[in-house]
């Protein structure tokens, strides 16, 4: 049973940066074999796409976090990363990370990130 596990949220100031890690137990061919995704939930909102990585690297950011965002992963160390740079109060949620399309049995506890002054 793989189980996915988000890291490395808390509390920023506007601008500043914060790195998310999510490692895969259980297997070791989980992010090679998959599309995997950073998503987020925000209070009182639904759930969102932010980032994805394909198997042959290939990355697609929603239009609010492009160019401030940055996907990648590590699949020696079965762990995905997101980067996350010039942060704004409204990228305050909790990230998660999953296959993409998201599969139910992946969600995780998620990572909240908070940006605020």
């Known amino acids: 049973q793989v189980q996915l596990v988000e890291s490395g949220g808390g509390l920023v100031q506007p601008g500043g940066s914060l790195s998310l890690s999510c490692a895969a137990s259980g297997s070791i061919f989980f992010f090679s074999r998959y599309t995997v995704a950073w998503y987020r939930q925000a209070p009182g909102k639904e759930r969102e796409l932010v980032a994805r990585l394909t198997i042959d690297g290939t990355t697609t950011y929603a239009d609010s976090v492009k160019d401030r965002f940055t996907i990648s992963k590590d699949s020696t160390k079965r762990t995905v990363y997101l980067q996350m740079n010039s942060l704004r109060p409204e990228d305050t949620a909790v990230y998660y990370c999953?296959?993409?399309?998201?599969?139910?049995?992946?969600w995780g506890q998620g990572n909240q990130v908070t940006v605020s002054s």
């Open positions: 999953n296959r993409y399309p998201a599969t139910f049995n992946y």
